[in-house]
């Protein structure tokens, strides 16, 4: 069973950094999937805001995190982090890790669907203050 677990989840102020961290444990047996990372502020939708192919060299990002977000995976401990900069108060919001199941096929805008996950993480708070 896979199971991804996020932690890292903080309270900043506005232009400050923080490190998510997601371990996906269950992949013994896959080298090759879809990772990504979500949030969900109070009263909206869960929105995309970046994913990687683990095992290559393939990310995606939202237009709203692009040039100060950076999704990074670690193969040596099976890892993948998300480094977000420059945060502004907008990127308040819980924070998921989501996996897609080994070899599915995801393409295009669909790496930053919600619809192309299987499996999700229980969240941590980001929250960051003006």
């Known amino acids: 069973q896979v199971q991804p677990v996020e932690s890292g989840g903080d309270s900043v102020q506005a232009g400050g950094s923080l490190r998510l961290s997601c371990a996906a444990s269950?992949?013994?047996?896959?080298?090759?999937?879809?990772m990504g990372w979500f949030r969900q502020a109070p009263g909206k939708e869960r929105e995309a805001v970046a994913a990687?192919?683990?095992?290559?060299?393939?990310?995606d990002y939202s237009d709203s995190v692009k040039g100060r977000f950076s999704i990074i995976q670690d193969n040596a401990v099976n890892m993948v982090y998300l480094q977000m900069n420059s945060l502004k108060p907008e990127d308040t919001g819980m924070y998921y890790c989501?996996?897609?199941?080994?070899?599915?096929?995801?393409?295009?805008?669909?790496?930053?669907?919600?619809?192309?996950?299987?499996?999700w993480g229980q969240g941590t708070q980001v929250t960051v203050s003006s």
């Open positions: 989501a996996a897609a199941s080994c070899g599915k096929l995801v393409s295009g805008p669909m790496s930053l669907s919600v619809r192309s996950y299987d499996y």
């Open positions: 269950g992949y013994s047996y896959c080298s090759q999937y879809w």
């Open positions: 990687v192919y683990r095992g290559s060299s393939t990310t």
